[in-house]
């Protein structure tokens, strides 16, 4: 009661400041979306099931879902080492560093696949010595989880680094002189501390990869039941002037980033009342 | 998602854009134009000698308008006494056609392929007699589909039947998301049924084809970038202007073969009259198509490696685009709407390649 009052009167003009939030939320948030689930519903049942559940469609979601998956897993875990290392480590360079995470936000997505793909064809820089191993990372599955990984990296970096920050690290000195060992220190005393904010990050990065369109189509090669995304097939229907169907396909796809994000929400409020 | 963010973020954006210039009453017709042309259009009222076009086109051409635009422009000049500029908009023909029917304001469309047009007649913004109204039918120029091979042609490709030899590997660009990838399809497809194979054949064909191809872009330019800079495939299939510029621009590292028969690509061009109407702009967007048929004109198209549509041009520059028997769509289906429908539409004959791949 007594915070609410307070921020009223620290921010002038709450309620023209709340119109005007409600307002934009709803003109750039609210409508387009409405837009697009009328549009969808312009179709009878059949038509939208037949648009949206054929085989084909099936395996891009598929796709679209695991290598998104995988992207923000390993986002997760490369995200936390440098988080690590950017909070509790002094080296010069740092701040290069620092602000190297967040190239991922500025550079067009577009230019990412196309780097990344000239890199690791037969004859790039790193593929000539990748595809003689065997590996491939062009036109293929594990090209697409790459460039997801580039594309969500900043999510887990930027959310866990303030809570590192506000991390003590005399309960680490405290662990260890109540005779805890390093793993025990980490396990037990750091780990219920980021979890809440390793979930955010996992989710950000995830729902970020879910909607990748630019990168991908540069690196994946687009072949239907192996390397094609949800997002081509609604270019693919636009081309065929078929609105309604690729707003049904639209509409799947806004259905399982709107259920990612309430199972997010679960978790994080799990693992909060958990931890408290 | 992000497409659909995006045709319904222009509708937005045109409401919008509607509703600040309703609210400062700075516009008679209240049409959302350009932010560019906003100082224009003030001039447009002052002096009526200053005028400016939009050609809305497809993907690789913008090399070819840039050159015709210049020189309509000084000839325009000298004929009207009017000053015009004229802006280009490129990307593949499909997403063009859609923009100018959700309200990009071309006064011209110059397109990949004829359905593409024809699907903005259909929204009522071109007249239904658009092909009447210019010589050949509205057809400046025609193009066709050749094969890009890497130098000394290693794999002896001659042919459409050398396509799918166990070893070699296609580039071409998906057929649902390019016009260039329609016409790779239809020219395979039609080296077939025009040499008397059957329909089985061809699908036999084309199946295989598809096979031999480990990438498909979405768009023309991006199936170049993949055959010609990361050096992936043996065989690129693409336009023959196309063809010419990835070539020249290959440092003999690549080459041409022409095989004998292939698909008559006919990128027409149309005024859209809903839009010079609204805008005032018919006589100089109808000069502007007119001039694509002069010796100049055809000069300059045959010059960027577009076959022109006047024979006498043609055969003035018979070195550069070699004799082969081309066919018309109408000659393996019954026109594109039929064609789009059994090859390409969801569940035809191009995803039916892969379904039977899926199984």
């Known amino acids: ?276 | 998602m992000t497409m659909i963010y995006g045709t319904s973020a222009r509708r937005i954006l045109v409401i919008a854009a509607f509703l600040t210039v309703s609210i400062l009453g700075c516009n008679n017709g209240g049409t959302a134009k350009n932010d560019a042309s906003s100082t224009g259009a003030a001039k447009a009222d002052a002096a009526p000698s200053q005028v400016e076009l939009l050609n809305v086109s497809y993907d690789p051409t913008r090399e070819l308008w840039r050159q015709v635009n210049e020189r309509f422009v000084v000839a325009y000049r000298n004929q009207a006494a009017r000053e015009v500029t004229i802006k280009q908009s490129h990307g593949g023909s499909g997403s063009q056609a859609r923009a100018v029917i959700d309200g990009l304001e071309a006064d011209v469309v110059t397109l990949a392929i004829w359905s593409d047009i024809d699907a903005i007649r259909k929204a009522g913004l071109i007249a239904d007699d658009w092909q009447q109204r210019l010589p050949h039918d509205s057809l400046p120029y025609f193009s066709t589909i050749v094969l890009v091979v890497r130098k000394g042609n290693p794999h002896e490709i001659k042919d459409w039947s050398d396509l799918v030899r166990p070893d070699v590997a296609i580039i071409t660009p998906s057929p649902k998301t390019s016009g260039n990838g329609k016409l790779s399809f239809l020219a395979a497809w039609g080296s077939i049924v025009r040499r008397g194979g059957s329909e089985a054949e061809a699908r036999d064909f084309v199946t295989e084809l598809y096979r031999h191809t480990p990438v498909l872009d979405t768009g023309a330019r991006a199936a170049t970038n993949t055959f010609a800079q990361k050096g992936i495939g043996d065989v690129h299939l693409t336009w023959e202007n196309e063809a010419v510029l990835e070539v020249a621009e290959s440092g003999g590292q690549l080459q041409i073969v022409y095989p004998p028969i292939s698909i008559r690509a006919e990128p027409f061009v149309a005024l859209v009259d809903a839009n010079v109407d609204r805008k005032s702009t018919r006589d100089v967007a109808e000069a502007y198509l007119k001039f694509l048929y002069t010796p100049e004109a055809q000069q300059v198209i045959a010059e960027n490696g577009y076959r022109p549509i006047e024979p006498d041009v043609l055969s003035q520059h018979s070195e550069k685009f070699p004799e082969l028997e081309l066919f018309e769509i109408a000659e393996i289906a019954a026109g594109w709407a039929e064609a789009n429908d059994k090859f390409f539409a969801e569940g035809g004959v191009f995803d039916q390649i892969y379904e039977s791949r899926a199984e």
């Open chain 1, 1 to 276: 009661m007594t915070t609410s009052t307070i921020n009223r009167r620290v921010l002038p003009g709450f309620r023209l400041s709340l119109g005007y939030t409600v307002a934009w939320l709803g003109f750039l948030v609210v409508v387009p979306l409405a837009g697009c689930l009328v549009k969808a519903a312009s179709l009878p049942f059949d038509r939208f099931w037949g648009a949206v559940w054929t085989a084909r469609a099936r395996a891009a979601y598929a796709f679209t879902l695991t290598s998104s998956f995988a992207s923000a897993w390993i986002n997760v875990v490369l995200g936390l080492i440098v988080a690590w290392v950017l909070v509790r480590y002094e080296f010069p360079g740092k701040r290069w560093l620092d602000s190297l995470v967040d190239l991922p936000f500025a550079l067009p997505t577009a230019v990412a696949g196309l780097v990344y793909s000239q890199l690791y064809v037969e004859n790039g820089w790193l593929g000539q010595f990748l595809v003689p191993l065997g590996i491939k990372a062009a036109y293929s599955r594990l090209a697409v989880v790459l460039v997801l990984t580039f594309i969500g990296f900043p999510f887990v970096v930027r959310t866990l680094q303030p809570v590192l920050e506000s991390l003590d690290a005399e309960i680490e000195d405290a662990a260890f002189l109540l005779g805890a060992t390093r793993w025990q220190t980490f396990r037990r005393v750091l780990l219920p501390a980021l979890v809440p904010a390793m979930i955010t990050g996992f989710a950000l990065s995830f729902a970020r990869a879910m909607g990748e369109y630019g990168s991908v189509v540069f690196v994946s090669g687009n072949m239907p039941f192996k390397t094609e995304i949800a997002p081509v097939l609604i270019v693919a229907r636009l081309e065929e002037f078929a609105y309604a169907e690729a707003t049904a396909i639209a509409v799947v796809l806004l259905a399982m980033s709107i259920g990612m994000l309430l199972l997010v929400n679960l978790l994080e409020l799990w693992s909060k009342r958990s931890h408290v």
